[in-house]
């Protein structure tokens, strides 16, 4: 019950910060609607019983990623008069609602295999045996390693002054 | 009334439309940058469903989150360095303006 109530209040909050994200005339106060929704995104991980992915989620989107977003527009200020649409506001408006239309449509349809267990509550110790074990996901770990490497040298070299 | 598989999956359907608008209709580049965020998240939530309520005990939907939040942060910092050098290029981030390489 308490479950439940926490994800409908949850769920109503992620869309009307989307919304805010997509629709508010301010970049700035866009931005904070980024950062509402990624907390509330991180609470919907907690009613999942993914407690380490909301830390993470914490960490990574509210700490790191949104602070480099406000710090792109502050940087970009003198250009921002609000945040204006284009040309294409119908047809792109069109493809998203007939996008939504067939997921829902998919997702209700779908008989899913739900499992009788219910899923492993402190999850951050097998999460650790599933991404470090031999056969488990060490490799793709090592490649995220790497493109982490990848993009730190990139990023500065691409802001870098000449 | 209890939440369901399909709650959350609707819920992100729901989050990646409105990334989706949102990234085809702006014209800031930041604006789209935080858009293309919205639907990585949304399909992070999927995927932690899915997780949760397919394969309980196997946790690779959440091993999959982790990878997806991993190539965000490197696209988020990759991208706004771009968006910074086009802006000390240009003085506009306007991505309807930046049209060097339209055919």
């Not at chain 1, 996008?99 to 402190?122: C, D, F, H, R």
């Not at chain 1, 991404?131 to 990139?154: D, N, R």
Request: charged fraction near 10%.
């Amino acid at each position: 019950m308490g479950l439940a109530a926490a994800f409908w209040i949850m769920a109503v909050v992620v869309v009307v910060a989307a919304l805010g994200v997509v629709f508010l005339r301010n970049v700035f106060r866009a931005a904070l609607a980024l950062v509402l929704c990624f907390i509330t995104v991180a609470g919907l991980y907690i009613t999942l019983s993914a407690d380490f992915l909301a830390a993470v989620q914490i960490l990574v989107y509210v700490g790191a990623i949104s602070v480099l977003i406000i710090l792109a527009i502050m940087m970009t200020r003198e250009v921002q008069q609000g945040s204006p649409s284009n040309r294409m506001k119908l047809p792109a408006f069109i493809v998203a609602a007939v996008l939504l239309g067939i997921m829902i449509y998919t997702v209700t349809k779908t008989s899913w295999q739900i499992a009788a267990e219910s899923p492993l509550t402190p999850t951050t110790a097998p999460l650790a045996t599933k991404l470090f074990s031999e056969s488990g996901f060490i490799l793709p770990v090592e490649i995220a390693a790497m493109l982490i490497l990848a993009t730190i040298l990139g990023a500065i070299v691409i802001t870098r002054e000449k | 009334m209890t939440i369901g598989l399909e709650h959350y999956l609707v819920l992100s359907a729901v989050l990646f439309c409105i990334g989706l608008y949102g990234a085809l209709t702006k014209r800031n580049a930041v604006i789209i940058l935080m858009c293309i965020e919205l639907m990585l998240n949304s399909v992070n939530i999927s995927l932690v469903a899915f997780s949760s309520y397919i394969v309980p005990l196997l946790l690779t939907g959440q091993v999959f989150a982790i990878f997806v939040m991993v190539v965000a942060a490197a696209e988020v910092a990759v991208g706004l360095a771009i968006i910074l050098a086009i802006y000390r290029c240009f003085t506009d981030i306007d991505a309807s303006k930046i049209d060097l390489m339209k055919w």
